[in-house]
């Protein structure tokens, strides 16, 4: 009899958590079942223990009266970790090699950095974008995209200013020429804070769009990148959808053009022989020409 009783908990559990997901979904169009399930459970913990909720069943009606713990909730749910160049080699990797070669080849670059949380890869890239144009060694046209699901962190890349953390990998001279130091200070912290200047805050274009629902559904619409930086946010998503997720990205990637993902993600089987790996143990992948060529 144990083990039925713990099989018909375990089986309300699923059932309260269904729920609970399918209101996120219906409210916000984000379908965290898609997520990876130990992730999302042990993350919505987090969230019912803050709102002093002992389980699922009793978190729904709280989250459907509290409107400000959806955006805490989907905030928890959602990665924000970043910093500008994170993993260095990456984007030293995009100055000196990848993004010449781009420009080679097409003549433009059309980049796009999804789950850009608080807007700190895709003006990384803008910076090293203005610096290759600026030292005169390249002209050409360029558009930089970066898109998030949330709105807030949306609205914080719009504005541009981080706490002096987030720049520990950048570069002395991108200090220098693309930002701007608060004063007096006006982080949350109280310690210092920089502003990205506005000429580079004007080469990005952010957006608050579902990615999942867009990549899956809507790819007729989004047009083709020759750069998509995808770091780190399919890792959370269960291996079924991540394949599914692989193949509308090698869908809207030129040939000859980008695909840069996380330090520990890399292209799953299916859709690996459409690309290769240039850099050994750099994760970043360039789609080859089809045989149709």
Not at 14 to 32: A, P, V, W
Not at 224 to 243: A, D, G, I
């Amino acid at each position: 009899m144990g083990k039925e009783k713990e099989e018909r908990t375990l089986a309300r559990t699923d059932y309260h958590l269904t729920k609970l997901l399918d209101y996120i979904h219906t409210e916000r169009g984000i379908d965290f079942s898609l997520h990876r399930h130990a992730a999302v459970v042990r993350k919505l913990d987090i969230r019912l223990k803050s709102a002093g909720c002992k389980d699922y069943q009793e978190y729904l009606p709280f989250l459907q009266t509290h409107p400000e713990e959806m955006q805490d909730l989907v905030r928890n749910l959602t990665i924000k970790a970043s910093n500008f160049f994170r993993n260095p080699l990456v984007f030293e990797l995009l100055h000196t090699t990848v993004i010449p070669e781009l420009v080679a080849e097409f003549g433009f670059l059309k980049a796009w950095s999804i789950g850009c949380s608080y807007g700190e890869e895709p003006y990384s890239l803008a910076m090293i974008v203005q610096e290759l144009i600026t030292e005169g060694s390249y002209s050409f046209a360029y558009n930089i995209q970066g898109t998030d699901v949330d709105p807030d962190a949306i609205e914080k890349a719009k504005k541009g200013e981080y706490p002096e953390a987030e720049l520990i990998e950048a570069k002395q001279r991108y200090i220098e020429t693309c930002f701007a130091r608060q004063a007096p200070p006006t982080s949350v912290s109280g310690g210092v804070s920089y502003r990205v200047k506005s000429e580079i805050r004007s080469m990005v274009r952010f957006s608050c769009t579902n990615v999942m629902d867009q990549l899956l559904h809507k790819r007729a619409y989004l047009g083709s990148y020759n750069l998509v930086l995808c770091r780190n946010f399919l890792v959370y998503t269960n291996k079924e959808m991540q394949e599914e997720l692989f193949r509308a990205l090698q869908d809207i990637v030129y040939e000859k053009g980008f695909l840069v993902l996380g330090e520990t993600e890399t292209l799953p089987e299916s859709v690996r022989p459409g690309f290769e790996q240039p850099y050994p143990g750099v994760r970043v992948f360039k789609k080859l020409r089809s045989a149709a060529h």
